[in-house]
């Protein structure tokens, strides 16, 4: 699948962000930020379907991709990068569906206040993302919650060892923490091959980042129609994130929450997720004029 355009936003501190656009460029415009370890490769299903008729900007987050590193990661460095992509992309009072993924979602919570989001933000779809408490709230580890869990939690998601090869042992591992039982073969290697090319120091930085993560007040920044989705068997950000976020966000359109899926649900569920994101477009944006 190849990319309509490619082009570099370059951030506030001047980093070289890497996006694609696919589909008309008439058509009303839907930006998708990918979670952690992931790229644009991330929502390859939502592309496909949706720049028929959309205009789909997807970007690689910092570090992520084809998006260099930088020495700075922080929330608000996620912020400066999707304000960024929205400048190089949108016109000016030009509004656009925002759908964020994991770390993408929290990209959206940390941009939550600012002018240009603000500017841009028709509504928004939060996928399996939180906005504080992630290591002492994930359920990678099958213990009863408490220090422990936290402790080892936190330890294994920032662990600096390379990830390898991408074996069997590897998928099972991943599909564990990631993805629902039920989650066919494919789909199952498709995610590991976009996690496992992630960088190892690029994974551990933004561990870091997750580990303090608190946007609680980005959430109530988020003053745009959003929906929620969630696996009920997501292990790295449970249904209670999206229960927490929807009950304090100022234009809640509810939580949809996927029985049996896990942290992936724009590949474990792409139909679901694409057909949100259309009707977000379909009730919150205007086309403009000769679309």
Known sequence: MSAHRELTAVSADGTPVHVEVHGPDSAPAVVLAHGWTCSTAFWAAQIRD???????IAYDQRGHGRTPPSPVCSTDALADDLEAVLAATLAPGERAVIAGHSMGGMTVLAAAGRDRFREHAAAVLLCSTGASRL???STVVPLRPGR???WLTRHILGSRAPLGPVTPVA???????????GSA???????????????????????EVLNLLDLDHGVRELR?????IVGSG??????????????????????TELPGLGHMTPVEAPELVSGRIRALVTTY????EGA
């Open 50 to 56: 949706l720049a028929a008729d959309h205009r789909v």
């Open 135 to 137: 290591v002492a709230e």
């Open 148 to 150: 422990l869990r936290t």
């Open 171 to 181: 998928k099972r591992i991943l599909k564990y923490a990631t993805m629902g039982a």
């Open 185 to 207: 073969p494919h789909l199952v290697d498709s995610c590991a091959r976009i996690v496992h090319a992630c960088p190892r120091r690029v994974r551990h930085a933004w561990s």
């Open 224 to 228: 745009v129609p959003t929906a929620v």
């Open 234 to 255: 997501d292990r790295l950000t449970p249904p209670v994130h999206a229960r927490r976020i929807a009950a304090a966000l100022p234009d809640c359109l509810g939580v």
């Open 285 to 288: 944006t205007q086309l403009k």
